[in-house]
Every structure is written in C-alpha cells, then in structure tokens.
C-alpha cells in the first residue's frame, strides 16, 4: 500500500473518533510547544510500565514517566511527554480532547501487537520532527528486537503491519516544537490558566478585577473549552482548571493515575440560565409540549431514568399524578445521552446516584437528537445537555422539578430560585489539593486567593453583570456560596 494512501486512510478513521463528543467547533490552533526535555537531554515519553521498555529501546534517547495509560492522554496533550504508550488505541473521547487541544487529531503507530505510541499532530497534521527518527528506530531490525526481549508478553508486530507502520511514518511531515518551561508559571512569572470558552468574556473581567487587588499577580488564558482544562491541571500546566461543567470521570480518572489523588471541585456560579431566546438552557429534562405532567421531583426522576431506585422503577405514565394518559399501562419513553464517560455517565453518577440506566433507557448521539425524539413522540421524557437558543424544537417543553416532594416545581431560571433548580451546574473551578497528612491539603497560594475572590461580593457582583451573555452564569446564592467559601478556606 502506498505511503500516502496508508496514511489518508488512518487519518479518515480517526477524524470519526475525534468529531466524537466535543464542545462545539475546533477553537483556532495555536503553535505547539514541547515540555518533555528532561534535565539531561533525553525526551520524555509516559505511560504505564511499557513505557520504561519503550525508552530503554531507543538507545538512551528516552526516558519514561511512570504515569498510567489514563494519565498519559492528558500529559500528551499539554506536551508534557512525546509520546504517550498504551496498550490500546486512543479512546473517542481522548482523541477528540487532544485534538480540541492541538488542532490536529493525533497520529497512531503500532509498536508491537496491542501496543501503540500515540503523538499529537497540529493543525496541519504535522508532529514534532524529533518523534520520527526516534519512532523509526523502534519499528527497524534492533529496535523490535529490543521491544520484543523486554516486553515478552507482546508479539512482534507482522512484516505486513510493521511495513505498514513505517510507510504511514514516513508519509508524517515533521515541524520544530518550540521548548517551553514545564509548569504554569512562566519565566516572567506570569500564570497560565487553561479552561472553558464559555469563559472568553467573563474571566478576563474577572482576573482584570483582581489585578487591581493584586497588581504583583499576572496572568495568561487560553480558553480553547472545559475538555482542555482537567489535562493541564493533571499535566500541572495551568493554576486551575475552570470548567463549565462537571469533571467527567475519564478526566478524574486520568488526574488521579497522575497525581495519586483526586481533583478538588470548587463551584463558583450557576452555569447558564433558561429557556430564553439568546442563550444557552442549562441541562433539563424535557417532555413532549403536549404532555399535561406539571412537573418531576428527583425522586421520580431516578425512578424514570435508572434502575433499582428506592421506591421501584417508574415506567408508565399512569404512575404519576396527571399523565398524558388515561391509560395507566401508556408507557413512559426514555431518552438521553450515552453512557461513553462524557455528559451521560456524569449526569447518571451525579445526578442518578451513580445507579445505572434504565432498561428502558434509549442512548442518543446529541442533545438535538434527544430533543427531536421527545417532540416527535408524545410518550417521550428526554435529559438533554445545554441547548443553544433556537436548537429546540417547538414540541419540547422544559419540565419544572424539584428537589423534593413538598418543595416547589422550579426552572432554571434567573430569579431567586435558580439554587433550587435541582439539576444544577456550575461554573467549577477545579484545584490541585495535594492530601497532607492529617486532614489538610496543600494547595498553591495563587489558587487559593483567586478563589476567594472569584466568591467574594466583588467577584460574584461581576459574574451577574454577565449573566445576560449566551453562557450567562449566575451568582450563587447565599447558602451555595457559604458552602465554597468554607471549603476554600479549608484547602
């Protein structure tokens, strides 16, 4: 097979993968840089235990970060290491975050059977041309040879795969990566901050706000979408993680393979508000416009949704009190997001107690796709992520909830019961909390005193004047907001 033909065929697989589960459009690209120089020359690559194999076969010119094959995508990401080994493909969602990241979906070589190097690719499809004389050197005669004698429980690759290998490397073009420090914090001590593009015009005010406060303190953003911030706070290349959502579990998972714990969660505002006609409507649950049920407390919600809730599952309109239905065997149809460690498993863990979903259960590719099933289907109750102002269709309604049976049918909305809206998300700020021993942690003073301000009157006064804006966040109200104080003051 031809070189270039190999490699537009790789190439046309992945992009599937990488279209897969992100946050909108791929932001503009910006250069790469390179983190992985160790002090003595070598390059770093990362991984599980393959990888100290992997550098011992490239003759001195590697050496290996211990960091598993979760923890390494995200070191990947921010250049952190060279190469990240796994004894596996990327998954869909590591592939779509490095490219969010990089602009380039990454590039795969096999090194042996059920073992890869995976490198990142910018948006011109080129990687750092120092990877390629190192990756050639472990597909020729003594390389493999040497993969194969320290790694006996992989197979050497067929002559057939191992030519394929090479042609689709040697077809890579290769760019010069500038070198960069391996923290946050800048030579000119300036502070890097990574995170969520529903950020663009809220943080900067913000950090323009504390500036004032603490002109000593200097900051650089790099809001590219909340995919991108758990692998810089992981990779420890940003001060803290702003997101506009929760941390999905492949992005702890990965923080915790990396650093031996898990993150910390700050909330800092209510994200989004709705329905309303120029923004975003936080995620909800949505119910066919011609479906009577005036509204859901959480109870029934995980009754609807899961399975094995306290109480007994919920699966016919006739069990709730006014269903669309005189027949009480007129079944409830249930729709939402996959269960693919994105939005879908963060909603059941969080919001469904980590019970699994209903049998009755139907996964759905996108929120659009959810909200055109429900207006379609008058038996239809569908869970749906933020929706853009005009993505819902006519034949949709939000559905009012509430926390408990008792309390107000809420949406919501931007009024005084936004924190009782019992489905809420937030603008989180995630920290690196190092456990100390006894019941402290160690975190860096700089995050800390962001913190504080970003919940203090001040700071909380600049996120409503935003809140009017299509990702319009909402401050917290005086409970949430004791809450996040207390547990700044305790990190």
Do not use: C
Request: hydrophobic letters at 40%; aromatic letters at 6%; zero cysteines.
């Amino acid at each position: 097979m031809k070189a270039g033909r190999y490699a537009a065929l790789l190439a046309a697989a992945l992009v599937p993968l990488a279209a897969f589960a992100q946050e909108g459009a791929i932001p503009e690209p910006k250069p790469l840089v390179a983190r992985y120089r160790a002090e003595d020359g070598r390059l770093t690559i990362g991984g599980g235990p393959e990888a100290e194999q992997v550098a011992g076969a490239a003759a001195g010119k590697l050496t290996a970060r211990i960091s598993g094959p979760d923890g390494a995508v995200p070191l990947l990401t921010q250049g952190t290491v060279m190469l990240a080994i796994l004894p596996r493909t990327l998954t869909a969602m590591e592939s779509a975050v490095v490219r969010r990241f990089s602009g380039g979906v990454p590039f795969t070589l096999p090194l042996m059977q059920g073992l890869y190097a995976h490198l990142r690719r910018d948006a011109a499809g080129t990687v750092d041309a120092r990877a390629l004389p190192i990756a050639a050197s472990l597909l020729a005669p003594g390389g493999q040879t040497a993969l194969t004698r320290s790694l006996p429980a992989y197979k050497p690759l067929s002559p057939e795969k191992l030519d394929e290998a090479l042609q689709a490397l040697s077809a890579l073009p290769g760019a010069t990566y500038a070198e960069a420090g391996s923290g946050y914090r800048a030579k000119d001590g300036t502070l890097a901050i990574v995170g969520s593009d529903t950020l663009t015009e809220l943080l900067p005010d913000i950090l323009q706000a504390y500036a004032r406060r603490a002109p000593d303190v200097r900051f650089t953003t790099d809001l590219r979408g909340s995919s991108t911030a758990m692998p810089a706070l992981s990779a420890g290349t940003s001060l803290i993680a702003p997101m506009g959502r929760e941390a999905w579990q492949n992005d702890i998972d990965a923080f915790r393979q990396v650093k031996g714990y898990a993150p910390t969660r700050i909330r800092i505002a209510y994200a989004s508000h709705g329905p309303r006609p120029d923004g975003k409507t936080p995620p909800a649950i949505y119910v066919n416009a011609s479906n009577p049920v005036s509204g859901l407390t959480m109870e029934q919600v995980r009754r609807i949704f899961a399975a094995g809730a306290d109480g007994g599952d919920i699966a016919d309109w006739g069990q709730l009190q006014g269903a669309p239905h005189s027949d009480r065997s007129a079944p409830i149809h249930v729709y939402g997001a996959r269960d693919d460690g994105g939005f879908g498993t963060a909603m059941r863990l969080s919001k469904l107690d980590g019970l699994p979903f209903s049998a009755r259960y139907r996964s759905m590719a996108s929120g659009k796709a959810i909200l055109a099933a429900v207006a379609a289907d008058p038996l239809a109750i569908g869970y749906a992520t933020w929706m853009d102002a005009g993505d819902a269709p006519a034949g949709v309604r939000v559905l009012p909830l509430s926390k408990r049976q008792g309390s107000p049918y809420v949406l919501p909305a931007a009024d005084g019961h936004r924190g009782e809206w019992p489905i809420s998300y937030f603008f989180n700020v995630y920290v690196d909390a190092r456990p100390e021993p006894g019941s402290g942690s160690r975190t860096a003073p700089e995050a800390k005193a962001l913190l504080r301000f970003l919940l203090s009157d001040q700071g909380q006064s600049i996120i409503a004047r935003h809140s009017r804006e299509e990702n319009g966040y909402l401050p917290l109200d005086s409970a949430n907001l004791a809450e996040e104080r207390a547990k700044v003051e305790a990190l």
